[in-house]
């Protein structure tokens, strides 16, 4: 899974409790019209954003919320600001740095439960998202579609945008609580959204030769890119580390529950480690 987190600097995550089409902006009109979703979708996507639709787990509330948050997920400027507006038409009033809002006292944990873009989002990623939630009720969101379905159920924490995969395998609060002191899993993390796939391959890689389990452990200090291969210089404990990571292709594989035909994937293999 590791070097397969999405892109993904700054997010916007908008509150559309209902249920949700295959996009959930765009093909949900009990919950938004159409027009507006697009609309907004495209305000932050011009801007650089990701968006991404939310929603608490489990019985929905008979009276709508729509509650938003903007992170930035970038090293040394990681921030989580929300607020909360008195219906849709205003999510394209909210200023795309959050500005107008206030930082967030908790983290935002983001589940993938969008069944209608792919059946194991749902199956998997809703008992996952009630399983974290009934420790961590205050974080804790099923979100549409975050990309990498195979990897199902998938999670992301904002607002250093850690993203993880086949979380349903372990003990998903764990990961919650190891997020809380500061820690992650390598295991299970996809990597950081913020930083480019070869950089998340190469921090993978470190954390399994040096251990550290620190969330800033391991940060970039630089990468180099050609011909197929990719230098990145890391900051270790006892001083910088050089990860050398090729780009492969995978064998044909189905990449979502619903997917007929396999096709291949981009994957990183460790050449070196040099400290």
């Not at 395998?169 to 919650?176: C, I, S």
Request: hydrophobic residues 40%; charged residues 20%.
């Amino acid at each position: 899974m590791y070097g397969t987190a999405s892109a993904g600097a700054s997010w916007m995550m908008l509150e559309l409790c209902g249920p949700w089409g295959q996009s959930a902006f765009l093909e949900s009109p009990s919950v938004i019209d159409p027009h507006l979703g697009r609309a907004i979708v495209r305000r932050a996507e011009k801007a650089g954003m990701r968006i991404a639709a939310i929603r608490r787990p489990g019985r929905r509330s008979a009276t709508p919320r729509w509650r938003w948050f903007v992170a930035n997920s970038q090293i040394g400027a990681e921030a989580l600001l929300h607020g909360e507006v008195t219906g849709p038409d205003d999510y394209l009033d909210v200023a795309l740095d959050g500005s107008d809002g206030r930082a967030a006292p908790d983290p935002l944990v983001a589940v993938c439960a969008h069944g209608k873009h792919d059946q194991c989002c749902a199956v998997r990623g809703r008992s996952v998202a009630a399983a974290i939630g009934a420790e961590f009720p205050e974080f804790t969101w099923e979100c549409s579609h975050l990309g990498g379905d195979r990897f199902a159920a998938t999670m992301l924490i904002l607002p250093e945008g850690l993203c993880y995969g086949r979380v349903d395998a372990g003990d998903p609060p764990r990961l919650v609580r190891l997020y809380v002191e500061g820690r992650l899993d390598n295991a299970y993390l996809r990597g950081r959204t913020s930083l480019p796939q070869a950089v998340q391959a190469a921090q993978y890689f470190a954390r399994e030769a040096l251990p550290d389990d620190r969330i800033g452990g391991f940060a970039p200090l630089g990468v180099e890119v050609g011909d197929g291969m990719s230098l990145a210089v890391l900051q270790g404990v006892s001083g910088p580390i050089e990860v050398t990571v090729r780009e492969q292709l995978s064998e044909p594989l189905l990449s979502q529950c619903r997917a007929r035909l396999p096709g291949r994937v981009r994957t990183y293999a460790l050449v070196s480690i040099t400290t």
